[in-house]
């Protein structure tokens, strides 16, 4: 039997135990589990979950029983995680007409700070069916746009309901009408208290990997708050890196669902991996789970995880941001 100096083995579990418990491990973000929510709800059986469609309702349906399995509780003023609002003009079905729709909220109060709330969010609508390609696909899954993105939401609330560490208030929504408008996005920004509002992630586009390759990331806006470098010093040991938006002239901080909540200060921000100036996919009937990089989506929403970390438990507060 080998002889083994006891100093090199007591140094490594002192090294053990100095890592966080969430550095650690992810229980709840596996790439089994990143890969059946995504593959759920880009599937065909969801038909694209356009609005006002029966496959956007079975998408919805989906998001409430992951949301309630996750253990999180309804926002206030909410009724099953539902938040229900009429659109009137051209945001509706048609032009002059009121229809329903529908963003879905729920919530990990905060143990000591429950007023102030971190937000976590995605967009579930897609664009639906069109006509059939040349290989008779006539369905936009939207796997990356914006399925990845709701995938991330539903495993980071189940990741922080089993850490149960959170200070101030998690709040997961998936929004509606993304695509015609950010109308679901506009209408909970008019209802939430914008002042109670600590931060915003927002994330959009993650299944395929940025232009600088795996473990990698950008943050919209990225210059207009302090979230980027947060999150950045809370992976600094995990080779993950959360690059600015390399796509300026795009205007992407303005054109997703963290725009209407920035317009009021928040420092709501959008994470994406999406290469804008080569995305071949993007609103293409081709956008489907087999064309995402599941394991690299699986690192990414760890690293969101962690990287949100000391804005979660209080010790960071992004400043707020000003146009």
Do not use: C
């Not at 804008?276 to 690299?296: I, P, S």
């Amino acid at each position: 039997m080998a002889t083994y100096s006891l100093q090199p083995l007591i140094f490594s579990a002192l090294l053990i135990f100095s890592i966080p418990t969430h550095a650690q491990n992810f229980p709840a973000i596996s790439v089994s589990e990143v890969s059946r929510i995504e593959k759920t709800l880009a599937s065909d059986d969801m038909q694209g979950r356009k609005v006002y469609t029966a496959g956007i309702e079975k998408a919805a349906a989906f998001i409430i029983r992951e949301f309630r399995d996750a253990g999180l509780q309804p926002f206030p003023g909410t009724t099953d995680f539902t938040q229900n609002f009429t659109m009137t003009g051209s945001g509706s079905k048609s032009a002059g007409s009121s229809q329903n729709l529908t963003n879905l909220i729920g919530i990990i109060p905060g143990s000591t700070k429950p007023d102030e709330y971190i937000i976590f969010s995605a967009h579930y609508d897609h664009l639906g069916i069109g006509k059939p390609d040349a290989a008779g696909d006539s369905i936009y899954n939207g796997a990356n746009d914006d399925a990845s993105g709701v995938t991330a939401v539903i495993t980071l609330a189940n990741y922080f309901h089993k850490l149960h560490s959170n200070k101030r208030t998690l709040v997961f929504v998936a929004f509606t009408a993304e695509e015609t408008g950010e109308y679901g996005s506009s209408y909970f920004s008019k209802t939430i208290d914008a002042g109670k509002v600590i931060a915003m992630f927002n994330i959009e586009m993650i299944g395929t990997q940025s232009k600088w390759g795996a473990n990698s990331a950008f943050i919209t806006g990225y210059d207009k708050s302090d979230i980027g470098v947060i999150l950045q010093k809370n992976v600094s040991n995990r080779s993950f890196t959360f690059y600015p938006d390399p796509y300026p002239q795009q205007k992407l901080f303005l054109r997703s669902d963290n725009a209407p909540l920035a317009r009021l200060g928040i420092p709501a921000h959008t994470i994406s991996t999406a290469k804008m100036d080569a995305e071949k996919l993007y609103h293409n009937r081709g956008d489907e789970v087999e064309t995402l990089d599941l394991n690299n989506m699986t690192e990414i929403i760890r690293a969101i995880g962690m990287g949100t970390g000391s804005v979660i438990s209080g010790s960071d507060t992004p400043l707020r941001i000003t146009f």
